[in-house]
Every structure is written in structure tokens, then in C-alpha cells.
């Protein structure tokens, strides 16, 4: 069964629409093998949750056993065991939760790179259906970078999606009946619009970034073009003494690539920061 033809626009895609646009490719229709290899890298997913929730409860056991009073002096061995049981169970309970992350992660392997083969074959053979004038044109230095940053983005939105998205939804939920369950409705309220106004902030930042983002994107293309094109016409930069030219062109788009990533790891700089002070402030 052919995988669904869809195109997603760079200028207007949107996070759900490029997720919906990539399902097919993460959940292949006509690959059951890669089916399971999804559902059990979400059944260690949960699984590492689960896990990753009791951890502090090991914790808090251990540190109330150490603190806890005796009656008898008898009951020391016992009392001094039982904590060193908590503790252990404590690291084995971190261990796991790592271990099971790792399971995660190779399971997920080759889902994630047959969307990206997937798609870069399209690309490819989308290439191939581009009219002659376009060929003529020979942007072969952008097109290539498109090509390798597309390749690398997908890889990253798949990954991103199911094995980060999806978790952080998974530990909210599981966060917010612990808190429900263990300190009533109120603090549970206080902490889901705590979490809202992080998620917005980061929403709206990284948002702001894409533009800039794209910007220095842009620039690099332009660059990478002009340096390829130069050198696959060596003979006629050299026959036209055209080298002084070319170096400058390129250089022109080098300053702009330099500062579009100069706006682009300051924005990340605020991103975090803004991250950060609302951390301290709901501590």
C-alpha cells in the first residue's frame, strides 16, 4: 500500500500539521513489524514513567526510616536495614528508569530512520519529476543543504514527538493525580496553571524564533549554493578572472548567515531564561 502523498509548507506549517502530515511514516500502514517495534517502545515509555514517579517516594521512605524513632534499642539492626533496603530500592528504582529509556530508544530506532528513508526518497524522485529549466538552473549547493537540513528535521520531529512530547504529556497527567490524590484540588490547580503559563511562554518564544531560524537558514542555502556553484564552474570563474567577485558574494552571504545566528543563539539565550526565572519564581 503506497504511503499518502502530502506536502508541508515551510512558511505555513503548523506543529499539528506537520505531525498529522508525518503519522504515516510513524505508523506505516504496510510495515507491522515497525508497528510493534511503536508499541513497545510506548509500553517502556510508560513503564519508565511509572517508575521514574516512585523514585521520590523511595526517597522520601528512606529519609522518614532515618529520621524515625525507636522504642527499643533492640530494634536497630532491623530499623538501620530497613532503611538500606529503601535506599537500594531508591538507586535500583533510577537504574531501571534509565535502563528501560535506553530499551525506549532502540526500539524506536528504526521507525524513526524508515520516515526518514521514506522521505527522502520522495524528495529524490520528486527531483527527478522537476522540469529541465529548473535542472538548467542548478542551485546544486542550496539544494543539497535543503535536502541534508530536511533529512535531519524530520529525524527530529519524529523523535521529538514520540519520545518526547508524548512522555512529558504521560508524567503531567500521572504528576497531577499524584498531587490531586495527595493534596487536593487546589494545589493541583495551582500547579496545572503553572505549567500552562510555561508551556505558553515556550510556545510563544519558539514561535518568535522560527522566523529568525529560518532567516539564518536562508542565509546558509545562499551561501552553500554560491560556494558549490563557484567551484563546479572553476574553469569559467578562472577563464573570466572572476575570483575576487566570488569570494566577495559569498562573503556577503556569510555575514548574513553570521548574523542571523548571532540573533538566533541570543533568542535561544532569552528562551532560557524566561524558562528559568518562571522556574524560580513558582519554586
Given at each position: 500500500m503506497?504511503?499518502?502523498?502530502?506536502?508541508?509548507?515551510?512558511?505555513?506549517?503548523?506543529?499539528?500539521?506537520?505531525?498529522?502530515?508525518?503519522?504515516?511514516?510513524?505508523?506505516?500502514?504496510?510495515?507491522?513489524?515497525?508497528?510493534?517495534?511503536?508499541v513497545w517502545a510506548t509500553f517502556y515509555l510508560l513503564l519508565s514513567k511509572i517508575i521514574l514517579l516512585s523514585v521520590p517516594?523511595?526517597?522520601?521512605?528512606?529519609?522518614?526510616?532515618?529520621?524515625?524513632?525507636?522504642?527499643?534499642?533492640?530494634?536497630?539492626?532491623?530499623?538501620?536495614?530497613?532503611?538500606?533496603?529503601?535506599?537500594?530500592?531508591?538507586?535500583?528504582?533510577?537504574?531501571?528508569?534509565?535502563?528501560?529509556?535506553?530499551?525506549?530508544?532502540?526500539?524506536?530506532?528504526?521507525?524513526?530512520?524508515?520516515?526518514?528513508?521514506?522521505?527522502?526518497?520522495?524528495?529524490?524522485?520528486?527531483?527527478?519529476?522537476?522540469?529541465l529549466r529548473f535542472h538548467l538552473e542548478r542551485r546544486t549547493g542550496g539544494l543539497s543543504r535543503v535536502i541534508e537540513r530536511g533529512t535531519k528535521g524530520i529525524e527530529t520531529i519524529v523523535r521529538f514527538t514520540i519520545l518526547n512530547t508524548v512522555p512529558t504529556l504521560i508524567e503531567f497527567v500521572l504528576t497531577a493525580i499524584i498531587f490531586w490524590w495527595g493534596y487536593g484540588f487546589s494545589y493541583l490547580g495551582v500547579t496545572a496553571f503553572t505549567v500552562w503559563i510555561y508551556i505558553w511562554f515556550t510556545i510563544r518564544a519558539s514561535d518568535w524564533r522560527i522566523n529568525i531560524r529560518r532567516d539564518m537558514n536562508d542565509s546558509d542555502t545562499d551561501a552553500n549554493t554560491k560556494a558549490i556553484d563557484s567551484l563546479l564552474n572553476f574553469e569559467t570563474v578562472k577563464y573570466f578572472g572572476n575570483e575576487d567577485m566570488e569570494a566577495k558574494r559569498f562573503d556577503q552571504s556569510m555575514a548574513k548567515y553570521e548574523k542571523s545566528a548571532t540573533q538566533v543563539w541570543t533568542s535561544l539565550g532569552w528562551l532560557n531564561f524566561g524558562q528559568r526565572r518562571h522556574d524560580q519564581h513558582h519554586q
Open positions: 503506497a504511503l499518502q502523498q502530502k506536502t508541508v509548507s515551510a512558511e505555513s506549517g503548523k506543529t499539528l500539521s506537520t505531525i498529522r502530515n508525518l503519522w504515516p511514516y510513524m505508523w506505516p500502514s504496510e510495515r507491522a513489524d515497525l508497528k510493534m517495534r511503536v517516594y523511595f526517597f522520601k521512605w528512606s529519609t522518614d526510616a532515618l529520621n524515625g524513632k525507636l522504642d527499643a534499642p533492640g530494634l536497630l539492626p532491623t530499623f538501620m536495614l530497613g532503611a538500606l533496603m529503601l535506599v537500594v530500592a531508591y538507586n535500583v528504582a533510577r537504574l531501571v528508569q534509565w535502563g528501560l529509556n535506553q530499551l525506549r530508544d532502540a526500539m524506536f530506532a528504526s521507525v524513526g530512520q524508515y520516515a526518514v528513508r521514506q522521505l527522502a526518497y520522495k524528495t529524490f524522485v520528486h527531483l527527478h519529476k522537476l522540469s
